[in-house]
């Protein structure tokens, strides 16, 4: 089992055709593909959409394209969540699911970091004074939750629409009202040389074209000793049939084309590239739904969803 | 809790007590306002550390419980002990529960203004949850995701989550818009304070062609007095003379209407002698309740119904206790299920602030709402089914309750159910 890994990841890094895995892996090809059309002619403003045939421009800092391509994303990722922007803080419309699991999340990262910090768990802010960044924050729905929690969050999005609502909302209550917003990447914060206490990028690894940079972004951003929190869905069969089928064709909890079941990593992935990015994985829970009661809870079970939380090795 | 400690809260209320205190003289008789708190209710004050200032004051544990009907054909008596509990519950003055909460209050160390007056309009956002990018230029209304309350004095304040605990005219209710569905029982309860020559130790009903008649003990040897009936007949008793009314309650309480129910002899329940073995109460002889001997209060009248609110929670807003559902109070379980809102409520806005939630959102007063309607509505369920099944005399129905009343004497499993459940345990009788 082992040996399998280094060539599952290393089919992952060479992996610069994404829409030669696209066609091969998915059945539903043809369906996403006229998708992608019909969101190029609905957001002028998200930047154009490569042609499907050609592989998606190089993205990496070392490329001279330093100003417009947000490096480690992908355009057609992007336009899909920019084009449900409006809805995000509507806890009935298209992302209710999501509003559904984030006490859930938030349970976990409760946990793990006031354990980690040595904070007191009894405490309504047990978070004072510490630096987070949520990367990938959309309209802000984890970053409010953290903010109340008193740290001081920083939440970046590369969907400009999603700060603007992510700012709109939270300046609706004082007491996140001190969220700092920013339409960027992992990257560009790497470039500006920002560090952070925790490092959180929940469900958002699996939207991104290569994952290893992306979490050597992550490692960078985390100050020695820090946290850094990934969420993201496991590649398993079973991932396919909950996430994929069930989620997007039979319940329409999310928008058919969501997510790509390739770009889905195992846990194992997830701790190998965090580990080669000087994070070690602490701690693991996946995610269990209970269609009677309509609630998530954390579980032992990660053949699904799943959080892991690692700390960054102290230099 | 310490996760709720750092919350500003505001009581707004016109009852004078809450600034000037709640006095009451030890030598006073009663009052005749009374409630029947249930263990699980007393296990909550006692959580809040308010349960020490009752034991201050008048209050009566009792352990025993005796129901039977006007047709003598059956009784059930309940005792603590069939279920392994010291009590069933406790009759304690509403004055007094009022004036220990108030001390818990007092002694209490979160930020508290009280605000001696009544709610006139509230204001909230729409509740449309959507931001649009586009209206950044504008203001909104209010203050953000806050309810600006106006009062009747004037004053004004500005809160993040309103709770309606303003009984069944609920005016925050009102403003909440929430529906109700229900209907009246065309029955009126008289209350009143008697004495008696000796400490009543038990809590006895007798369900009359018009409604039951409850003698519950308060403390010393008086006893309250809840007496349901049509509301003609509830007039004329709260009209007339006093002597006459005595002699009208021990009456109803005695041979009125019906003979005594046969006691059964040496525990033998015939054929379910084989469920009962372990039940005290099972061998219990029916007892006749002790004689009033005086009344020393008036009487109090006011009509029974049936009430519950469609919804508890909507944005910023959020019912507990009468103002989201009344009930019979033929089992004395209104106030407690208030109680147990109220608890659940805290419970859910203490999960709330741990994950960081804004406590006027929705979805997590829903998970407040979906967690009480289940248990207030089976509550409910079943004391409607208990007044419907006892306002009709009719022969085959007559002996289908002298039925239920020999089963639940004999049946100790489901005997122990009924206490469990009535005392607030949440399981229901028959499915533990």
Redesign the interface.
Known sequence: MAFKLPNQLRALYTATNYHHHHRILSPLAGASQSFVFSLRRLFADVPPLSDPSSAPPPLYPHSTKTSLAPSSLNQYELAKFAAI???????E?PFKPL??L??TR??FI?STLCRHFRRDS????PFEGLKFVDVGCG?GILS??????GATVTGVDAVE?NI??AR??A????STSTIEYCCTTAEKLVEEQRTFDAVIALEVIEHVAEPAEFCKSLATLTVPGGATVISTINRSIRAYATAIIAAEYLLHWLPKGTHQWSSFLTPEELVLILQRASISVQEMAGFAYNPLTGRWSLSDDISVNFIAFGTKNSQ | M?????LNVAIIDSNPALSSGVSIKKEEPPDPRVSTVTPATISIFKEIGAWKYIEQNRHAYFDKMQVWDYTGLGYTRYNARDANKEVLGCVVENRVLLSSLLSCLQSADFRKTIYPSRLLTLHRNSS??????H??GLP?HGQ??LVKLDLIDGSSLHAKLVVGADGSKSRVRELAGIKTTGWNYSQNAIICTVEHAVENQCAWQRFLPAGPIALLPVGDNFSNIVWTMNPKEANDHKMMNGDEFIKDVNHALDYGFGPHPKSSMFGDGGIFSWLKADVTSASEFFEIPPKVIRLVSDRMMFPLSLMHANNYASKNIVLIGDSAHTVHPLAGQGVNLGFGDAFALSRVIAE???????IG???MLKKFEVERKTANIAMMAILDGFQKAYSVDFGPLNILRAAAFHVAQHVSPLKRGIISYASGEQRLPLFS
């Open positions: 922007a409006e809805t995000w803080w509507d806890s419309g509003h559904a984030n006490p938030l349970a409760r009894y405490s309504a802010k309209g409010e939750p953290l903010a109340r929690m629409k603007k609502i709109l909302h300046d609706l209550d004082p | 310490p996760l709720t400690k750092d449309s949850t959507k931001v649009d990018s209206s950044s909104l953000g995701n709330g602030i741990a994950v960081g939630t804004d959102e929705v979805t």
